[in-house]
């Protein structure tokens, strides 16, 4: 629990001081409870409480008293009087999601990408979506604290550009917060969707003590977001987390950056289309364009490894090797007690690679004698970077951590 300041000057810190703790309070909570639990003043407390009830935000409910004295009062956040809007931008789909104050989903659309990208009309494709998305759930506008978009890395953070993923052709440096804020006159924040991601299961957590896990998502591209002592982790720039060129075993499919042995390249969709062509697990014109054929395809794979197949036997462990390769240098190097797993390709790698993945950590992770490592799926499915996206806006107006203070809304 982050503790208050009774500085005038920090009203909007403190109110996310409050805000945090009543959504932490699920059953409600007292205003002197507020007042130990965040360290500031009555005075400061009762304030901020009152703009709060006043604004819809919070409300009061009169306990009958339980014994002699004053009823006793309690606080209790107002899920629905606020929600956000996420959008996860992949090469092969956008996926939006709204949630309210809790963090919980109350809308959600899925796109397929166009198949040639056109950058300059992605924002206004956006704007559209999410003006579909808040019609459909009914929310009036001014209900919408704003829109976070988890965009595949690198990104700019500070000019709110993606910079050019090399996965998204024809991508360079194109702006999205700025013409998104225009197009639909809500605050936009921007962050790395791996980084989003890491955010989402953060907010879904219900552990007790500081999260230390890193999260790593399995899509057109390979990255991995960083929790440590509670803390969603950036870097200098907002791009933390491009493990996709760790090497690993040669699998001969080179990678944009000339190597022959990066993770991300031997983890590609393609690339495990094309081992499945070549063993003769595929048709010669299995297409890797489509993510849920491609996804279907993956699966298939797996599965028939799982029942003895012998050609899928011999290729399936490939991938789960390599992937552990580079997992168990992220829980090394971070010293996580979680790795968590997610993303379109994960959904069909699972079942197969998470028994294997397990192994490896056991037998790899150098704390071992001190803590276990957890290697586990996703808590939040396929949306988790649009609810990622939606939670660093929760987070912004919620959350009176650091990492909610260093991305700036779009002024
Ligand atoms: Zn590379």
Redesign the pocket.
Known sequence: MQRGTNLARLGGYNQAVILDANRRAHEGIARVELVELTGLSPQTISNVVRRLVDEGMVREDRKAASGPGKPRILLKLEVSSRFAVGIHLDPALMTLVMLNLCGQVVASARYEMPAVPEPDGTARAMAGRVRDLIASAGIPREQILGIGVAAPGPIDVARGIVVGPPLLHGWEAVELRGPLHELTGLPVLLDKDVTAAAVAELWASKRAAPENFAFIYLGTGLGAGVVLQGEVLRGASGNIGEI??FPTQAHGTE?????GN?A??ALAFRTLIQEGIDAGLFPADQGAADLAGTTAAVARRCRLAREGHPVAEQICPRAAARLGEAVVHVANLLDVDRVIFGGPLWDGLADFALPKLRQEGQERFVARAIHEVEVAGPGLGHEVGAIGGACLVLDHALSPKASGLLLGSQA
């Open positions: 996709g060129h990678c944009f950056c000339g190597r990066c991300g390249m």
